[in-house]
């Protein structure tokens, strides 16, 4: 079996202003650097022996504090979702100004202007956790905390709205009951392997 911990970075001083960051490299804040930390003796306990991170400092810092001894990989792909002239907003202050859009955007069917649509967000995020699956797939097992046999694991670092999308194109969560994905949080996905080709278990695209 294949286990992708699925982490969101830690906080950052926009995340504690309610500031929408998109794509804007803003660094983790000392309160995210302490969450990240914390996260850390979880991941470190699923004996991972890959690291995947976006191009975005504060995936990159947050990995950083789980003290893995493993150079990650760093993906374009994901990143978070580009937010075009919304970027660096107050998130109120576009509720209470567009509040239709905001509406629309939270349900996956809004754009701002010059940003990304949700659906080449889930595309590119699709795209990313099918490669790193099945890279995973030539990794050697390690033991598992939590399970009877060993385990190939990967840690990934990406995004709020980014993981969501990502999880919910997976069919794994319903958008309209799920929550936002909280800063340094693990969202654990097992993917089993079955015999046969290893594409006949992973996911498509």
């Excluded at 970075?9 to 794509?23: I, M, P, V």
């Excluded at 995210?32 to 690291?51: C, D, E, K, L």
């Excluded at 990794?139 to 990502?166: C, E, K, M, N, Y």
């Amino acid at each position: 079996m294949i286990r992708v911990l699925l982490c969101r970075h830690g906080e950052t001083e926009w995340n504690k202003e309610h500031r929408l960051q998109g794509r804007s490299d803003v660094p983790l804040a000392e309160t995210g650097s302490r969450q990240a930390s914390i996260t850390g003796g979880f991941v470190r306990a699923q004996n991972p022996r890959q690291g995947h991170v976006s191009s975005l400092m504060r995936t990159q810092q947050t990995y950083e504090q789980f003290g893995l001894r493993l150079t990650p990989r760093v993906w374009d792909e994901l990143m978070e979702q580009n937010l075009g002239e919304w970027e660096g907003a107050y998130a109120a202050e576009i509720r209470d100004r567009e509040p239709d859009e905001f509406i629309g955007w939270r349900a996956g069917t809004y754009t701002p202007a010059g940003g990304e649509t949700m659906q080449d967000l889930a595309l590119r995020m699709v795209r990313a956790f099918a490669a790193i699956v099945r890279g995973a797939a030539e990794i050697d097992a390690t033991p598992s905390p939590d399970l009877g046999f060993p385990v190939r694991t990967v840690v990934v670092v990406s995004h709020g709205a980014a993981l969501r999308v990502l999880l919910e194109h997976l069919d794994l969560i319903d958008r309209s009951q799920s929550i936002p994905l909280t800063p340094a949080s693990v969202t654990v996905v097992d993917v089993p392997l079955t015999t046969g080709p290893v594409s006949s278990t992973l996911p498509k695209g």
